[in-house]
């Protein structure tokens, strides 16, 4: 918690320079988020607003697992991505006296661990569990660490309820020769393993 309240707390004021930042508690707005139907000919229909964190992982109470959020380049894809690690690190920091959209951050908090990659530094890999452990361990740990802190990681991801936060599931490139719509989660077989849950984030075609 500590890393991502580090890490996450800011967000960029603009795309064009990354270092011009504000606290994102100070400047969030909530975006207009939809829930989108997709029907088995491939028709969309726009359905109700979700103002909930609940509404984005549970659908009639059952859990969706796998969550995609498009949106026009600027429509707030990144900052809704930040402020979820924000909500999780921070606790009931976060509550407010008048409730606000995306106030039942005990919602978020079920999951034990958030993982958040950038999939744009990722271009070419094809494996979640190695993006992350170049991403998050092997920048903040020594290389004397670095061994069982991986398997630690490897523990957590098969016993813990996880979220998996992509950025950028537009900008990732898979290798050359091989057909891959997105990443793949080693850990991850036709069953999943625990609770892992993902989030993707991509700019609207």
């Known amino acids: 918690m500590a890393y991502y309240s580090d890490t996450s707390s800011n967000v960029p004021?603009?795309?064009?320079?990354?270092?011009?930042?504000?606290r994102i508690a100070d400047l969030y707005e909530t975006p207009k988020i939809h829930r989108i139907k997709i029907e088995k000919d491939g028709k969309r229909f726009k359905k109700e607003q979700t103002l909930t964190y609940k509404q984005i992982f549970y659908t009639d109470e059952n859990?969706?697992?796998?969550?995609?959020?498009?949106?026009?380049?600027?429509?707030?894809?990144?900052?809704?991505?930040a402020k979820f690690v924000h909500d999780w690190s921070n606790g009931n920091q976060v509550k407010s006296a008048f409730p606000t959209a995306f106030d039942d951050v005990s919602t978020i908090q079920k999951f034990k661990f958030i993982f958040f990659i950038t999939l744009k530094n990722s271009r070419g890999q094809t494996d979640v569990t190695q993006m992350l452990k170049k991403q998050l361990i092997d920048t903040t740990f020594s290389k004397d660490e670095r061994a069982d802190v991986y398997k630690l990681f490897v523990k957590i991801i098969n016993t813990e309820m996880i979220l998996v936060l992509r950025e950028g599931l537009d900008e990732w490139v898979s290798p050359d020769g091989i057909n891959l719509a997105e990443p793949l989660h080693g850990w991850i077989s036709e069953?999943?393993?625990?609770?892992?849950?993902?989030?993707?984030?991509v700019e609207a075609c």
């Open 13 to 22: 004021l603009s795309n064009l320079d990354q270092s011009l930042d504000k």
């Open 63 to 81: 859990s969706n697992r796998r969550i995609y959020l498009q949106g026009e380049p600027g429509s707030g894809k990144s900052t809704i991505s």
């Open 191 to 201: 069953q999943y393993v625990y609770g892992a849950y993902n989030i993707s984030t």
